[in-house]
């Protein structure tokens, strides 16, 4: 019987291996650093355009309760998929004047009727109406939610 002889080159890595599951290594890495960037990121534009539309939608209904005017809002959808929700002044300083809320980077979606009209007169929103934020990023999906209520008062979920 012959004895197996001690060979270190046999037991060892070589420097080509070493490099090639390091980088392997970094290549995992990096993607799971892109993927959690993209997935705050999404979170990010969510929560900015929701804080957009609230803003909008509280200075609006501010000014029609201080100059007792009305409005209505129009969910437009236009042909290349993009919606928008649009407001036409119906009466006050701001008559006929028309205005626009349009979405960036993420996409806007309405429950509900298509229109809702607002009175300053009576602080009041017919009928009441929810507006959804939705944005991809990566592998998860952020949304929230921008609620007008029947009274007029203008939240976010």
Known sequence: MRKKSFNPRNKAYTLIE???????????????ICTAADNRNADF???REAEEMYSWLTERTAFADASVS???????????GEN????IWDSGPYYARKEEFKP????LSFSGTTECVYSGEWHT??????????????M?????????????????K
């Open 104 to 107: 960036e980077g993420c996409t």
């Open 45 to 47: 534009i969510v929560r």
């Open 70 to 80: 009305s409005f209505t809002l129009a969910f437009v959808t236009l042909q290349n």
């Open 84 to 87: 928008r929700l649009k407001l």
């Open 125 to 138: 929103l017919t009928p009441a109406a929810s507006f959804m934020f939705r944005c991809t990023k990566g």
């Open 18 to 32: 070493l490099l090639i599951a390091v980088s392997v290594l970094l290549l995992i890495a990096s993607y799971a």
């Open 140 to 156: 998860k999906t952020a949304s929230r939610t921008v609620s007008v209520s029947g009274q007029g008062y203008v939240s976010i």
